[in-house]
């Protein structure tokens, strides 16, 4: 075999081109690494396309005479590098086929382009062996075009008989094209759906298995994904999303089935707003060593209920490319697009998996992660990574199923993966990839571009314009959130009125504190999923109606809709939704008071988690575990709750998870006295979101970190990091976090003696919880009150108010609350001047002091000690009391509980200048 006698320039093939000079693989015009040796095996099979390269003259090329190497080993390596660059694959081969102990040939055809000269040539694989070369130049053309104008002179007959003919079927081609045009603007299925560039919409639904075996259930999906595939190269359809379609099938009840009623097809029209339906079967025919494969399609119009075409290709598992490719070309025949070109073949070609175990592998995990079941999915798709880690949509679904278990770190490292492995997909497949990656790492500014890009590729492609929405939103750029949301109404019907786009209205109206849009969009969201039969998008709309009314204080309406909600996942076997819906409830619970209703609602949640393997999902229940069991009084399990949370939201690399969790262990830390691990949490959350942006959570870490210097008696230092936590909270709008922070300024205003201002705080506190309808909360604001008007002398008032919240206290079974209201009563007891009460106001004390002490209420152990000590320096024998203070006073210091140390010294200076008084009478 001879070397062509001149090399081109450039060579291409497929969507590559080899620069010679240049010594580079390009794709699409990107520059492919490729190192030396596979650089030259490939120049090497392209001056030879279609004909065998033998190993031994690969040698001789790659390895001059004299050369010491493991041949065998250095060449399979470097033929291995060149098919990475190329997506190819020895099993399944695009570009370069392995000939068994020979060596390999080269498959494609190549185009050779000469700089400098004007002739461009294909070789169609086989050029060397009789296979015409065709050469096309400027100057020969040119001689082709002046011999035609001279055969057409008006002066000779042949020339006059020559122009007539011409003229005929000139007007032939002018008439037919404008009768094909006429009659697809009418009737046909080709081009655009309406007036409103709105091209036609596929949903490939999926096709019926016939062998009955189970093994091969998985070419059902692998048919579906690569016929949309096949469809949508050179975008001249639209094809639904294989989720939407999922999404679809279990709202409907919908089993893969070989044809549809009129009646089916209009359900889905309704649901997915799509022109036409592609459903089918397979079967496996002959023995197992020799299967052949038949796929049986037909395409069927939504509109009118009728069947548009209806065929069959048979083929082998190893060939299932070729069988897919040529249902393809049927199906675009039938719609009436055009054939794909050999750059989208070859495109179409790349992006699917070149191993038939990989297909199965992948297949198969899209199953599950469609079917709510995101932990098997995981374990199959990291099954086909393994078989082909160059497989970019393998990476792609995985970083999905790691995002639905709340592997976070996970999920962004595998969409990376995707990322830097989506050169050979297509533009749009490509853009998508990226989107999803930039979404996993929380770079929603360069989301929403890439999302911004597509819709303005695609304007009629809804799923891009919601995206981009969603992007904003996270972004926190609600008003352009509600602008692209307008675009999408702009949209012709059905698109226009997807619920969704509702849904997405109302997250970007809540977010902007226009609650009247955002309840009036869950409304028309609900109301057109109901229609459209679209059960999990009314669940959907139900949850956020739900959350809705709960911050509204509505809670009377929250019930229903979670309750709704709930079933309409429990009957689409989603268990993730089950799980979010039971936790709003939980949520709706604890708000109401009803502690111990939302431990059980959170531990039912916590037990879906663990058998779905959501991690996130379990280390916020753990997190929601914890708050409850402060509120009844069982510190040691909430702390063992918070830091499980802890733990899991380190493992998933959730920072923002980490910063929760690290509050609420403050939060239980510092009541069970631990001040310095208290400080340790609140300062790592406070990093935490500072690093993230999560001003919110930063602002509640600044809070816990005043309450730590309150304790320790820095009231300066507390007071300023309290406004300043209020003012980050008014920042954001989150009216319920003022209120908390108002009764630490309630609780700061007391220790300093200004029963005033802390009456002020209280109140707007305590306005706040009313109308959000929370009891507990307004309940502790009320609780402050009576503290002020004791400190006042309104023992009457304050009286009234304890007992009312003494009873909320007991209905609620928050020990907290509930210790420091009979803390407060005994108080106002000892107030009343009656000696009797006083004595029982000891009494009630010295149950509080016990209580507390066993259930490690450090600082209402010590609040109690102090109220104890001063109603004893009130007694005609102040001596107990004096001995009590001292020790309190002592033992404060030493806990680093300053502020009661000095509360306590203060009562004994108070008691001592009363004996003065006494003694001087």
């Known amino acids: 075999m001879q070397a062509t006698e001149s090399r081109a320039q450039t060579r291409g093939f497929g969507v590559f081109e080899l620069d010679v000079r240049a010594a580079e693989l390009r794709k699409r015009g990107v520059r492919i690494k490729l190192q030396e040796q596979p650089f030259q095996i490939l120049c090497l099979l392209l001056d030879h396309s279609g004909q065998l390269v033998t190993r031994d003259e690969l040698r001789q090329k790659l ?11 250095s060449l ?49 694989g086989s050029s060397g062996v009789g296979h015409p070369r065709i050469v096309c130049g400027e100057e020969e053309n040119g001689g082709r075009f002046q011999r035609f104008l001279t055969s057409l002179d008006l002066h000779t007959r042949s020339g006059r008989w020559r122009t007539a003919l011409l003229a005929a079927a000139l007007a032939f081609v002018i008439l037919a094209a404008f009768t094909y045009t006429r009659i697809q603007a009418s009737s046909g299925p080709a081009g655009l759906a309406n007036g409103n560039n709105l091209r036609q919409s596929v949903a490939v639904l999926g096709f019926k298995n016939l062998s009955g075996e189970a093994q091969d259930g998985w070419l059902s999906t692998a048919f579906s994904d690569w016929l949309m595939t096949e469809l949508t190269a050179g975008e001249q359809v639209r094809t639904i999303p294989a989720e939407s379609v999922a999404r679809m099938k279990t709202e409907l009840s919908l089993t893969d089935v070989d044809t549809l009623s009129a009646d089916s097809l209009m ?46 290709e048979t083929g082998t598992e190893t060939h299932l490319l070729d069988l897919v490719s040529r249902a393809g070309e049927h199906l675009r025949t039938k719609l ?23 297909a199965k592998f992948y297949s198969e995990g899209l199953v599950r992660l469609r079917a709510f079941d995101a932990l098997k999915a995981s374990e199959l798709l990291q099954s086909a990574i393994a078989v082909e880690p160059a497989y970019a949509l393998s990476h792609a679904a995985l970083a999905k199923a790691w ?40 770079d929603w500014d360069k989301a929403a571009e890439i999302y911004r890009a597509l819709f303005e590729f695609f304007p009629d492609n809804l799923d891009y314009g919601l995206a981009l929405a969603n992007a904003e939103y996270k972004a926190n750029k609600w008003k352009d959130t509600l602008t692209t949301i307008a675009a999408l109404r702009e949209l012709p019907s059905p698109l226009r009125d997807d619920p969704r786009i509702d849904l997405a209205e109302q997250d970007a ?32 709309a139900r949850l956020d109606q739900a959350w809705l009314f709960e911050n509204l204080g509505r809670f009377s309406e929250v019930e229903a809709a979670v309750r709704e909600a709930k079933q309409l996942y429990v009957t689409a076997n989603d268990r993730s939704g089950v799980a979010e819906a039971t936790t709003l409830g939980a949520i709706a619970l604890k708000n109401q008071g009803n502690y111990l209703g939302a431990k059980k609602g959170y531990e039912e949640v916590l037990t879906l988690y663990r058998q779905i393997g959501n991690r996130t999902g379990l280390a916020a229940e753990n997190d929601n575990i914890g708050d ?37 262990l403050g939060d239980v830390l510092l009541v069970m006295g631990k001040h310095r691990e208290a400080m340790e949490m ?30 320790q008696g820095e009231l300066a230092q507390a007071l300023a990091e309290e406004t300043e936590a209020r003012t980050i909270f008014e920042e954001i709008g989150d009216k319920t976090e003022v209120a908390h922070v108002d009764l630490h300024l309630a609780e700061l205003f007391l220790d300093e003696g200004k029963s005033g201002e802390s009456a002020l705080s209280a109140r707007r506190a305590a306005d706040v919880f009313a109308s959000t309808k929370g009891t507990s909360d307004e309940a502790a604001a009320s609780l402050l009150l009576a503290k002020t008007l004791l400190l006042s002398g309104h023992v009457a008032d304050a009286r009234k108010i304890v007992d009312q919240v003494v009873t909320v206290a007991t209905e609620t079974h928050s020990r907290e609350l509930e210790l420091s209201a009979t803390l407060t009563a005994a108080r106002v007891r000892a107030a009343s001047g009656d000696s009797s009460e006083a004595r029982e106001a000891l009494r009630s004390l010295d149950r509080v002091i016990a209580d507390a002490t066993k259930t490690n209420f450090q600082a209402i152990t010590l609040e109690a000690r102090l109220a104890k000590g001063e109603i004893e320096m009130g007694n005609a024998d102040p001596s107990t009391g004096r001995t009590d203070l001292d020790a309190l006073q002592k033992e404060a210091a030493k806990g680093g509980f300053r502020l009661f140390a000095q509360k306590a010294y203060a009562a004994l200076q108070l008691g001592m200048n009363r004996s003065s008084r006494r003694a001087g009478n």
């Open 76 to 124: 399979n390596k470097a033929m291995t590098k060149l098919r990475s660059a190329l997506g190819d694959s020895a099993e399944s081969p695009r570009y370069v086929e392995t000939i068994p102990r020979h060596g390999y040939r080269f498959l494609a055809p190549v185009h050779d382009h000469y700089e400098g000269a004007e002739a461009a040539t294909l070789s169609d």
């Open 336 to 358: 009436g697009v055009r054939a794909v070109t050999r750059e989208e073949a070859a495109e179409v070609a790349i992006a699917l998996p070149s191993k038939s175990e990989t």
């Open 267 to 312: 359900r889905i029209r309704k649901n997915l707003g799509t022109d036409f339906v592609v459903v089918g079967s397979y079967a496996m025919l002959g023995a197992k060593s020799d299967v052949q494969i038949r796929l049986d399609v037909r395409l069927q119009n939504t509109r009118n209920g009728e069947t548009t075409g209806a065929f069959s």
């Open 63 to 73: 390895w001059p005479a004299h050369t010491f190497v493991d041949f065998d080993r």
């Open 509 to 540: 109206a809540r977010s902007l504190g226009d609650t009247k849009r955002s309840e009036a969009a869950l409304v028309r969201a609900a109301e057109k999923a109901q229609a459209a039969g679209a059960s999990l998008l009314l669940a959907k």
């Open 682 to 711: 609140f300062e790592g959350s406070f990093e935490i979101c500072g690093r993230i942006g999560n001003r919110g959570r930063q602002a509640g870490a600044m809070a816990g970190k005043a309450w730590v210097h309150r304790l």
């Open 403 to 442: 995002a639905q278990l709340g592997y976070d770190e996970n999920a962004r490292s595998e969409a990376k993966k995707a990322f830097d492995l989506s050169s050979n997909l297509s533009r749009a497949e490509r853009l998508l990839v990226e989107g999803r990656y930039r979404e996993t790492s929380r």
């Open 628 to 664: 409850i069991l402060v509120y009844l009084g069982d510190l040691d399990g909430a702390r063992r709750g918070y830091e499980a949370a802890l733990a899991i939201y380190h493992e998933v690399g959730d920072q923002n998870g980490e910063a929760l969790a690290k509050n609420g």
